[in-house]
């Protein structure tokens, strides 16, 4: 089973009601924070917030099925989709009084740089 998570530092993981506020405060405050997965990790160095609903930029803006996806999860829910076929996006849902994501655009890694290089053929 894949672990995703998010360090705020002090070793303190982020809980759900981290993610039930707005969108664009939690990528604000995401940003400094390490992403774990497995063993690998890397601090958020970069994000991007986008409400769910309204946002002609969201990527779920026109496909119904991602706006059923925003109905179906919790806050917190991360997950990884391919976009215009070229580039894989990770996501965490907000839902807070408005419902959105936050978009993980970079990391400097930290730990498991030898697999990550492996994964990209780099």
């Known amino acids: 089973m ?6 705020a530092g002090r070793g303190e993981m982020l809980g759900r009601d981290f993610f039930q506020r707005n969108p664009l405060s939690c990528a604000r405050d995401l940003i400094g924070c390490e992403l774990i997965w497995n063993s690998c ?3 958020i160095v970069e ?11 969201c990527h779920c803006f026109v496909r ?3 706006r059923a996806f925003v ?7 991360a997950y990884v989709y ?4 070229v580039h ?5 849902m907000v839902k807070g009084r408005e419902k959105g ?13 030898a697999l990550m290089r492996k994964r990209r053929d780099v």
């Open 2 to 7: 894949n672990q995703l998570a998010v360090e």
């Open 41 to 43: 990790a890397g601090i």
């Open 47 to 57: 994000t991007e917030a986008y409400n769910a609903i309204g946002d002609e930029a």
């Open 64 to 66: 119904p099925s991602a």
């Open 71 to 77: 109905e179906r999860n919790h806050a917190g829910a």
């Open 82 to 85: 391919f976009n215009y076929g």
């Open 88 to 92: 894989w996006m990770l996501n965490v």
């Open 101 to 113: 994501f936050v978009l993980i655009r970079a990391l400097e890694p930290t730990r498991g740089i």
